[in-house]
């Protein structure tokens, strides 16, 4: 299987620190990759020159082919990011605001289709037709998600996508997941919950301090350090 | 109490933040110096000034002259020279020190305002030689007649004040004419008594007034002033109330997207920076001037009910009206100077992290519209000093202030140094902007910039030591 995503000893320096030293990781087509590690770790800042929204100090990354700094425009039009706690315009509704991100990727017909897709993916009902600031956390997740699966990228990029949500909401955004990999689409997921990235990913890249200690499958990796999850496999990795 | 204390204190600490506490010194600042600048301007209005007086060149001041029959151009000199000392509270020789005898013929209104001009006179009064001989048909009632006194003025945009010293102008003659009034009755020589009292007419027809090279009878620089007042006060008002308002509205945008995270899904669209960009400024652009359109009619409305009355003036009869090529000129420059404010308000913006942040972002471009607007309501740009001309030429939002004015009185250098000037101004602040935009900054702030870094280390180094010691 090709690889969708492709990291080469990429740096991030601000000013006189190190926020990513060099790492490398990739990811297959079709696959849901975890990057974990704790707050601070540096899994945002790679998530953000991954969807060009930071510029790479050293180093490269690639998009299915495409270069992140030399094609950005190609590198945004396949993919999609869910930043952390991120939210949508309070004073247009659901639909409006589905609406407006179609506009983006598609015209005519096929902007209609993208509509009624990103409106049934939202799953919102009737409550589609409210305001945006009326919503609940679950309900904003849920718009955002469909917001970004609606063009069908080839990368989706989401970082801590349960954070804040009960435990029904939270299950419930785990599946939505679940359905997007089996539709094709390759995901990278960040998060410092380790339980749910073992129960989501089939790879994982675990991030300290800006570097990659581990990575692997969650399975071959509870192996190699005698661990019984995910978290016991980054304390003792961190120890190493 | 001691809760009562301890929220007061905290909410004290929220809204008296350091940018708050500026903002109100700079306020108290700027009303104190415009007080000193309108109490200047008042002054200078009534300070004594150079004045021009056509009658009997020739003959020069005799400084033995003394009153005794009226009937002489040494008598009438020095009545002029007392009305002046009258009027400006000097002596007699201050006042000879003021007064030029100009070499012109009474009546020939075009050689008087050149004469002026060469000479840098604000008003000038002609004295027909005839009033000795009327004086003289006064005290006798033989033939009585009033003597009028010409005035002429060259109109010039001085200001809200500056104009004030064109009625003192006016006030001169009527100082001669109680003067002289006394001395006949002095003389105690039967007469018509009305003309004993009013020995002299002015004003009317009587007043003349240069404006932009045009003498037009019957009108004072006062008057004018008084017309212009209104779009005076009004221009800067409006330009500064849209300015604080588009400004308000980006940055606020900005503040809203970051707080909401917004920002960063829209720049993940594939979309080119440049669109958001040009999307936001014509956003901000529409809302300015509908603003613009919805003040500019409310104030006018609102400065007609507080003139009616106060004016009969026209100025459209004095050339003092805006042209469609002028109209075009003007909405040019308010539309290149909002496109500074949302320039500028765009690289704020980016630095921005939350909608209370952007709150306090729009003090600089609020200071920069409110300073030249106090400015040009009282003062015009010709009245400025040459360092407040620059600091004033400086600032992106004077020139659509100050336009109006400068396209009536064909003061043309200023209206094109000024487009010249904001079309220099918007391209660097696009040029910053589209930089910015494509820069990490946009996502990291300042924070995380080597510069800003390093000033943190230092203070950081500087607290432990402080800690430590």
Avoid at chain 2, 294 to 312: E, K, P, Q, R
């Amino acid at each position: 299987m090709a690889d969708a995503l492709v990291l080469k000893d990429v740096k991030k320096i601000y000013g006189d620190r190190e926020a990513v030293k060099g790492i490398s990781f990739s990811v297959r087509e079709g696959e849901i990759f975890g990057l974990i590690g704790p707050n601070g770790a540096g899994k945002t800042t790679t998530l953000r020159m991954i969807c060009t929204l930071l510029n790479i100090t050293e180093g490269s990354i690639s998009v299915c082919g495409h270069d992140v700094m030399k094609e950005s425009e190609e590198v945004r039009k396949i993919i999609s990011y869910l930043p952390e706690d991120s939210g949508a315009y309070k004073d247009l509704t659901g639909r409006q605001y589905i609406r407006f991100m179609a506009a983006f990727f598609a015209d005519g017909e096929k902007y209609h289709q993208m509509v009624e897709k990103g409106i049934r993916m939202s799953n919102l009902g009737d409550r589609i037709d409210s305001k945006v600031s009326t919503y609940s956390k679950g309900m904003m997740r849920r718009l955002l998600i469909a917001r970004a699966m609606m063009p069908e990228p080839k990368l989706a990029v989401m970082d801590e996508i349960t954070s804040g949500l009960d435990v029904m909401n939270a299950y419930e955004i785990r599946e939505i997941v679940r359905d997007i990999a089996k539709n094709g689409v390759t995901a990278l997921i960040s998060s410092h919950n380790m339980f749910e990235v073992e129960s989501l990913c089939s790879r994982v890249a675990m991030i300290n301090h800006g570097n990659i200690v581990e990575h692997g499958t969650p399975a071959d990796l509870k192996r190699k350090y005698d661990a019984n999850n995910l978290e016991e496999v980054f304390v003792r990795a961190v120890k190493k | 109490m001691n809760h009562l204390v301890n929220i007061t204190k905290k909410e004290l600490k929220e809204l008296l933040t350091p940018g708050s506490i500026v903002s109100i010194v700079v306020v108290m600042v700027l009303l104190m110096s415009v007080g000193t600048v309108i109490g200047g301007e008042v002054e200078e209005s009534s300070a004594a000034a150079d004045i021009g007086v056509v009658y009997d060149a020739g003959a020069g001041i005799d400084p033995a002259a003394s009153y005794a029959y009226l009937d002489t151009p040494a008598e009438i000199k020095l009545l002029i020279q007392d009305a002046y000392a009258y009027l400006y509270g000097t002596d007699g020789g201050t006042a000879a020190s003021f007064i030029h005898y100009l070499d012109v013929a009474s009546g020939d209104d075009d050689g008087i305002i050149a004469a002026m001009e060469s000479k840098g006179l604000s008003y000038v009064i002609s004295v027909p030689d005839a009033i000795t001989s009327n004086i003289a048909g006064i005290k006798t009632m033989s033939g009585a007649e009033q003597t009028r006194i010409d005035t002429y003025f060259i109109f010039k945009d001085e200001g809200l004040f500056g104009s004030a010293s064109d009625s003192v102008g006016t006030s001169l003659v009527g100082a001669m004419n109680s003067i002289l009034s006394k001395k006949i009755a002095d003389m105690a020589i039967s007469g018509d008594s009305s003309y004993i009292l009013q020995p002299l007419t002015w004003g009317g027809d009587g007043n003349h007034t240069s404006v932009n090279g045009t003498v037009y009878s019957g009108i004072t620089p006062y008057a004018l002033s008084g017309s212009m007042m209104s779009q005076s006060l009004m221009v800067p008002i409006v330009v500064m109330i849209v300015i604080l308002m588009v400004g308000s509205v980006v940055i606020s945008s900005m503040g809203s997207e970051k707080e909401n995270k917004t920002l960063e899904t829209l720049l993940t669209m594939p979309i080119r920076r440049t669109t958001i960009i040009s999307g936001k400024l014509l956003a901000a652009a529409i809302v300015g001037l509908v603003y613009g359109v919805a003040y500019m009619i409310g104030m006018m409305f609102y400065m007609t009910g507080l003139t009616v009355g106060s004016t009969d003036v026209n100025l459209s009869d004095y050339g003092l009206s805006l042209g469609m090529l002028d109209w075009v000129i003007l909405m040019a420059i308010l539309f290149l100077a909002i496109f500074s404010a949302l320039g500028i308000c765009m690289i704020l913006g980016a630095f921005t992290k939350n909608y209370k942040m952007a709150q306090q972002m729009t003090m600089p471009i609020s200071f920069l519209a409110i300073i030249p607007m106090f400015v040009f309501m009282f003062m015009s740009w010709s009245a400025l000093p040459a360092l407040g001309k620059a600091l004033m030429f400086l600032i992106p939002f004077s020139h659509p202030m100050m336009a109006m004015n400068n396209l009536m009185l064909g003061d043309m250098s200023v209206i094109l140094g000024g487009m010249a000037y904001l079309l220099i101004f918007d391209a660097i602040t696009i040029f910053i902007t589209v930089k910015i935009y494509n820069s990490d900054i946009l996502i990291t702030g300042l924070e995380q910039t080597k510069f800003m870094r390093k000033l943190n280390k230092l203070f950081n180094m500087k607290k432990e030591d402080h800690e430590n010691s």
